[in-house]
Nanobody, 117 residues
């Protein structure tokens, strides 16, 4: 049974920072691809960042240079450090764990991030 629990969301002013955490239960975390996605009101869920088992990361163009994804395999946790936040970053942020065949197999319940101008 895999569970993903996000935390760290909140209200922040533009230009501020937040760090999201995603604690994962279940096996094979250290060899799993992990990712962050977000969904703003009225919009589709979109990719934010991903990190593979060896620490290789990729980012959406909209967050590149501002957000950093990292993982601590000893704690079964993945993080998203968000700096220079903008109102356009306001969304529910979801953590995801990769499964077989490249699909995202498991999702957390989401954490709200609100950036005020």
């Amino acid at each position: 049974q895999v569970q993903l629990v996000e935390s760290g969301g909140g209200l922040v002013q533009a230009g501020g920072s937040l760090r999201l955490s995603c604690a994962a239960s279940g096996r094979f975390f250290s060899v799993s691809r992990m990712g962050w996605f977000r969904q703003a009101p009225g919009k589709e869920r979109e990719f934010v960042a991903t990190i593979n088992w060896s620490g290789g990361d990729t980012y959406a163009d909209s967050v590149k240079g501002r957000f950093t994804i990292s993982r601590d395999n000893a704690k079964n946790t993945v993080y998203l450090q968000m700096n220079s936040l903008e109102p356009a970053d306001t969304a529910v942020y979801y953590c995801a764990k990769g499964g077989t065949a490249g699909a995202w197999a498991y999702w957390g319940q989401g954490t709200q991030v609100t950036v005020s101008s």
